[in-house]
């Protein structure tokens, strides 16, 4: 497949702390790449060094065999989207508009037309059309989250780099989301998902990067990674994998003390 984003020797520092060290990584066309680790392993961080946000202190990141450096801002916003793990907005916006705010990378070279096409497929993919006229600002945490992952799929790019975008949703639009982001990388496009739900990468995931301290401890198809040694050691809490009856999907689960008969 096709690399549309390669990491190589990432570094990254803030406040005298190391928060990612020689981090390698390629996402290619048609995957989604789940980015798990435990709390603090720097997954966030590396999603903001893909997405150009912020730059390493060592190493390089090329999108389509060019370095971040060499693109300019809206070059960059037309390659990439970025779904960041907080969804804020000042003003009272209505939804709808903060969904055509993704559109601004494309100011002057799509039609009128065109950019209210894509919104409107991106709002019915996310279940939020009918919050179009509502404030933002009003929304409740999860409506909030599928508008902002709204915003990011009308902007219309061959990668989209999603920070825990199923943290505030509900069962159902958790999988909702997941769908769609399937549905992208069916279509050829790569798609980066920060996670803490190993159940979920398990069934949705092409392949997983596993962080432990600002560090890759292993990357590799979901069904590999997804080992429950490995896992045990990453997470510093003994886990049991499963398979799924139908399918033989993993199912990680936490170990728990028996209760005594």
């Known amino acids: 497949m096709t690399v549309l984003l390669q990491a190589d020797g990432i570094g990254f520092a803030a406040g005298g702390r190391e928060l990612l060290a020689d981090v390698d990584l390629a996402v290619r066309a048609g995957e989604i790449?789940?980015?798990l680790g435990p709390n603090g392993a720097g997954k966030?961080?590396?999603?903001?060094?893909?997405?150009?946000d912020q730059r390493p202190a060592r190493g390089e990141v090329r999108i389509d065999g060019r370095p971040l450096a060499g693109y300019r801002p809206a070059e960059l916003a037309r390659r990439r989207a970025l779904l960041p793990q907080t969804h804020e907005v000042s003003f009272p916006f209505p939804a709808v508009e903060v969904v055509?705010?993704?559109?601004?990378?494309?100011?002057?070279?799509?039609?009128?037309?065109?950019?209210e096409r894509a919104v409107a497929r991106?709002?019915?993919?996310?279940?939020?059309a009918h919050l179009a006229e509502r404030p933002?600002?009003?929304?409740?945490?999860?409506?909030?989250?599928?508008?902002?992952?709204?915003?990011?799929?009308a902007q219309d790019t061959a990668?989209?780099?999603l920070d825990e975008p199923t943290a505030a949703l509900d069962l159902r639009h958790q999988e909702l989301v997941l769908r769609v982001a399937r549905e992208r990388a069916d279509a050829g496009h790569g798609v980066v998902v920060v996670l803490h739900d190993l159940t979920l990468a398990a069934a949705?995931?092409?392949?997983?990067?596993l962080l432990d301290?600002?560090?890759?401890?292993?990357?590799?198809?979901?069904?590999?990674?997804?080992?429950?040694d490995l896992l045990s050691r990453v997470y510093r809490h003994p886990v049991e994998v499963l398979a799924h009856p139908r399918g033989g999907a993993p199912i990680v689960l936490p170990e728990r003390p028996r209760e005594a008969d």
């Open 159 to 161: 990668l989209l780099l």
């Open 204 to 209: 949705h995931a092409d392949r997983i990067a």
């Open 213 to 228: 301290a600002g560090r890759t401890v292993a990357v590799g198809p979901t069904a590999e990674i997804l080992d429950a």
């Open 136 to 153: 933002f600002t009003a929304l409740s945490g999860g409506e909030r989250a599928r508008v902002a992952l709204a915003r990011v799929l």
């Open 100 to 115: 055509r705010m993704g559109r601004a990378p494309w100011a002057g070279r799509r039609t009128a037309d065109q950019d």
């Open 44 to 52: 966030s961080t590396l999603l903001s060094v893909l997405a150009g």
């Open 122 to 128: 991106a709002m019915a993919a996310t279940d939020c």
């Open 33 to 35: 790449l789940a980015l």
